[in-house]
């Protein structure tokens, strides 16, 4: 069976391109009646983004608090903020400015907006059945390429189990990408979520489930990666935009990941670790697994003088390493993409949580 693939809508690119959302809004505003809903990351709050935005006075501006990364109990309760809100009116357009956590949040909000139930009822592949609200992704944050990805990744914490919902319906309708909006990120922040692409793509590049659309998309953006990270000043206005579009086109290679995306679930599963600092733990532990992307990201972080202070497990109880083990172990679909259906044998009990103790 052929899957048909679903893209972005629309895209609009460029430095400055933010000051054009309000006419990407008014054709929303003529098509349907109804609010805009704002998701702004709690980030902006107190500074002047909103008010840069084209807010009406019957819109609603939600800040997304991510502290910690979305849950399915944040998710349910942003929605029903939201619900209450619109009162049964259709919102013209859901919009979310922030990186992964806010843009997720919206998306799957946006979900269980024309969908009944509860977050964590569409964790999982092709279980939303109502198409959502139109969505516009304005990323300020590069490299989860959630902007351009079918899935928003929630955590239920009950279960412990990171999963997206897999869906058409969870993918944004239009994104726009001002790179103007990530001048301001931290360096560290900047680089822990920016190589998300660069790890996405390699993982997906060295599996074996594979086709040749995906493989260029990946190639491409792990190119940009490597031109960014490996120069200077990853955070020059060139290299800003030019990470934006690698996690676009890396986004839109979400396919199946490697051995990283789930040592990196554990870590952020079991000590709630931020994604894209769980990565970068997750690949330093992995020379043996690839070799190749150990030692240019080994190079990246030296140039770009990123902080990863080691023993960030040292001391932990025994079950707490358990419950890392079973927490990666669990993701046997992208193991077995790496390591073939035999996985265990390499990743064994003793295996996996040495690697955690050298972190
Ligand atoms: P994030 O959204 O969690 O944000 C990290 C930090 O950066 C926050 O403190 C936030 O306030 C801050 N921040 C955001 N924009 C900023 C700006 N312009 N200036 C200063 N600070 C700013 O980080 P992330 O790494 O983008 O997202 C991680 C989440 O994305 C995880 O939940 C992960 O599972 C998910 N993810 C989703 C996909 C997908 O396809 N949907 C893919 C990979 C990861
Ligand atoms: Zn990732």
């Known amino acids: 069976m052929y899957r048909n693939a679903k893209n972005v809508g629309y895209y609009m690119i460029g430095k400055g391109a933010l000051s054009q959302l309000g006419d990407l809004l008014t054709t929303r505003r003529e098509a349907q009646d109804g609010p805009a809903v704002f998701f702004l990351d709690h980030y902006f709050e107190g500074k002047n983004l909103a008010e840069r935005l084209p807010v009406e006075h019957w819109d609603m501006v939600v800040y997304v608090d991510t502290t910690e990364e979305p849950t399915t109990d944040s998710v349910d309760g942003y929605t029903a903020r939201v619900r209450e809100f619109l009162d049964g009116k259709t919102p013209c357009a859901l919009l979310a400015f922030g990186g992964g956590s ?11 907006l024309t969908n ?18 139109y969505k516009i992704a304005v990323p300020t944050l590069s490299g989860t390429g959630s902007e351009t990805s079918r899935t928003g990744i929630i955590c239920n914490e009950a279960k412990n189990l990171k999963l997206g919902m897999n869906s058409d319906y969870t993918m944004f309708d239009q994104v726009l990408l001002d790179p103007d909006l990530t001048a301001g990120v931290p360096r560290n922040q900047y680089f822990y979520t920016g190589i998300d692409t660069y790890m996405h793509c390699f993982e997906s590049l060295s599996g074996s489930y594979r086709n040749v659309v995906v493989d260029s998309l990946a190639e491409k953006a ?3 990666c490597k031109r960014v ?38 870590l952020s599963m079991v000590l ?5 600092l769980a990565n970068c733990y997750a690949l330093s532990v992995q020379e043996d697994i690839y070799p190749t992307e150990y030692r240019d990201f080994m190079t990246m972080i030296e140039r770009q003088g990123i902080d990863l202070p080691k023993g960030i497990c040292r001391g932990l109880t025994d079950a707490q390493y358990t ?23 390499i990743l064994t009990k003793e295996n996996v949580i040495e690697r955690f103790k050298r972190m």
């Open 272 to 276: 709630h670790m931020h994604h894209g």
């Open 222 to 224: 792990i190119d940009i």
């Open 323 to 345: 419950a890392l083990y079973e927490a990666s172990i669990v993701h046997e679909k992208p193991l077995t993409n790496r390591l073939g259906p035999d996985f265990k044998k």
């Open 102 to 112: 806010t843009l997720d949040t919206c998306k799957c909000v946006g979900n269980l």
């Open 229 to 266: 990270f490996l120069s200077d000043d990853m955070m020059s206005d060139e290299n800003r935009e030019l990470l934006m579009i690698a996690s676009f086109l890396g986004g839109m290679a979400a396919g199946f990941v490697g051995v990283v995306h789930p040592i990196s679930a554990g």
């Open 116 to 133: 009944p139930g509860k977050a964590e009822d569409y964790q999982g592949w092709e279980l939303v059945r109502h198409p959502a609200p």
